[in-house]
């Protein structure tokens, strides 16, 4: 069965500082996706990055960049020069085209606090 | 282009009562899930609606839980009698067509609170 885990239930960090969030996913298919939403404090789920299991290029958007590594089924979220405008809380997600088609299955969630 | 609205955004009930959810999709977006989020553990899959049809309602709890969709526009969602258990967030996220694979788009979340 699927399955996402966020390890790191809470950061704090202050600005300015690079902040790593993990995320180990488990999955049966060849076929997936992965994805990070972002959930700042007015409680919206936005979208900040989709990857399919055929693509393990890293991506650089601004001040964040994704390490995604089928050897260690890894989708880590890199944040550089963090700002206290990133403290959210942040949801991996994981969806097998095969087997469960195209709903989201979330980690737990990692709070990041980005202090001043 | 307006986002993925739900209604209302708080609702506090007592146990045994009835609450409606109502989700408005993205325009133009056949694809409509329901998600919850129980407790601050994760945000777990409901169902899905492709247009107007249950494509897949394996994470529906119980049948206590009504979701409907009709027109293949807007969905409802009726929880019937409520239980303390199900307070927590409820999403709704809509995509465009299934043949590649679309991020989902969220809505903010009904807050919903059984007393």
């Known amino acids: 069965a699927q399955k996402v885990t966020q390890a790191q239930t809470e950061i704090s960090v202050v600005e300015k500082e690079d902040v790593t969030l993990d995320c180990v996913y488990e999955?049966?298919?060849?076929?997936?996706?992965l994805f990070w939403y972002k959930q700042p404090p007015s409680g919206e789920l936005v979208f900040l990055i989709r990857?399919?299991?055929?693509?393990?290029q890293n991506e650089i958007s601004g001040r964040y960049s994704w390490n995604f590594q089928k050897s260690t089924s890894s989708f880590n979220f890199t944040i550089t020069a963090s700002q206290v405008v990133d403290s959210a809380v942040y949801f991996c997600?994981?969806?097998?085209?095969?087997?469960?088609?195209?709903?989201?299955?979330f980690g737990e969630g990692t709070q990041l606090t980005v202090n001043p | 282009e307006a986002g993925v609205t739900q209604f209302p955004s708080h609702s506090v009930i007592e146990k045994g009562q009835t609450v409606t959810l109502r989700c408005d999709p993205i325009s133009g977006h056949d694809n409509l899930y329901w998600y919850r989020r129980v407790m601050g553990k994760e945000i777990k899959f409901l169902l899905h609606?492709?247009?107007?049809?249950?494509?897949?309602e394996s994470g529906m709890p119980n049948n206590r839980f009504l979701a409907e969709r009709t027109g293949g526009t807007y969905s409802t969602l009726k929880v019937q009698p409520a239980e303390l258990e199900d307070s927590g967030v409820y999403f709704c996220?809509?995509?465009?067509?299934?043949?590649?694979?679309?991020?989902?788009?969220f809505g903010p979340g009904t807050r919903l609170t059984v007393t």
């Open positions: 609606f492709v247009k107007e049809s249950k494509q897949d």
């Open positions: 990857r399919n299991s055929f693509d393990e």
């Open positions: 999955t049966r298919d060849t076929t997936y996706y």
């Open positions: 996220a809509s995509s465009l067509d299934l043949a590649g694979v679309y991020e989902q788009y």
């Open positions: 997600a994981l969806s097998e085209r095969e087997t469960s088609g195209s709903r989201l299955t």
